[in-house]
């Protein structure tokens, strides 16, 4: 038995081999697949439930009110205008913002023929008056039948004579009281027809504001309600309700027309008429304006704003919010209601909160 030893020759080569076998080794394990990292998700976050608006439960006064637009006019005012049709307006004596006094002459139409024939028929008349006084003086030699007939045909003539006397004077407009002028339609030489009008006269002493309202608009309006006024580039006056329209015939489907279709000139009659408090200075006649009537007023009401109250079938309940995060259905009974506010008689208190929809 014998040991070999290993000659520095040898050593080298058992080295060199090892080295071999771990070169191979090492590029072996890099050929095999790489392992796949684990792929990071995003952190998912579960929608927000938005969450509804609650509101308190206040008090306030509250008022039910009735809006109407209108304007500044005149307690005493007249639309002025020729009742004879197709006629030219041969003068013209006023003009916007003119002072008149009763009986002064405004405008006369063209009647140049009728006035030719009523000078003519004024002649004839003459010798028929002449004739009469001869028929009277010759009556007890008369048939009386014939004296009857003459003495009828001398009235007829008498009474043809007075009537195209009126229909001239209907020609010449005069004022019916002393006031402004305060608006004019027509120019001289223009054709006008019956009730067209001519121009408005007002005593612009007496103005105060005014609105048309139909029917339907004056539901739960009544005189003495009190009212707010909004006079443009005057500002809020207060007032009440003096007067409610006079609605006519002609006024039942709306057109307030007249005399055979033609339109009828306004008057303060068709008005809604609010007595002012207090008059403005810088008030005049045709400023527009507002009116507010206040149909209902109510000091200290429950309120809660119209987005809370719902209703189910013939229920009308609201949710109302407690402190600790829940909620729970309260059936409860409603008042007045407007735009913004609906009253609540029964079943809140004031403090409480209540959800919105």
Known sequence: MFMKWLTGSSFKRSSAVLLGASLVFASGCSLLPKEQSEETLPEITPPQISKKPEYDVTTTTLETKVTAAGNIISMQEETMYFTIDEKRIKQLDVKTGQKVTAGQVIASLDMDD????????????????????????????????????KQIAFEEKRQALADQQEELDKATLKAPFAGTVVSVSVQKGDQVKAYDPICII???????AA???????????????????????????????????????DDQNGNGTGNGGQQRPDRPEDYLIVQLDKKP??????????????????????????????????????????????????????????????EIVKGLTPGQKVVGR
């Open 114 to 149: 009728e006035e030719k024939a009523l000078r003519d028929a004024k002649i004839q008349f003459q010798q028929d008056e002449l004739d009469m006084k001869q028929t009277l003086r010759n009556r007890d030699t008369m048939n009386p039948v014939e004296f009857q007939q």
């Open 211 to 249: 609105a048309k309202m139909t029917p339907d608009d004056l539901q739960g309006v009544a005189v003495g309600m009190p009212a707010v006024v909004d006079i443009n580039n005057i500002g809020q006056v207060t007032g009440k309700v003096k007067q409610l329209p006079v609605f006519q015939d």
């Open 281 to 342: 200075p810088g008030m005049t006649r045709g400023t527009p304006l507002s009116i507010s009537i206040i149909t209902q007023r109510k000091e200290n009401a429950i309120v809660i704003p119209p987005s809370a109250l719902r209703t189910m079938g013939a229920r009308t309940y609201v949710q109302v919010a407690e402190k600790d995060g829940t909620k729970r259905e309260v059936d409860v009974e409603v008042g007045q209601q407007t735009a913004t506010e609906v």
């Open 202 to 208: 007002a005593d612009t002493s007496q103005l105060t």
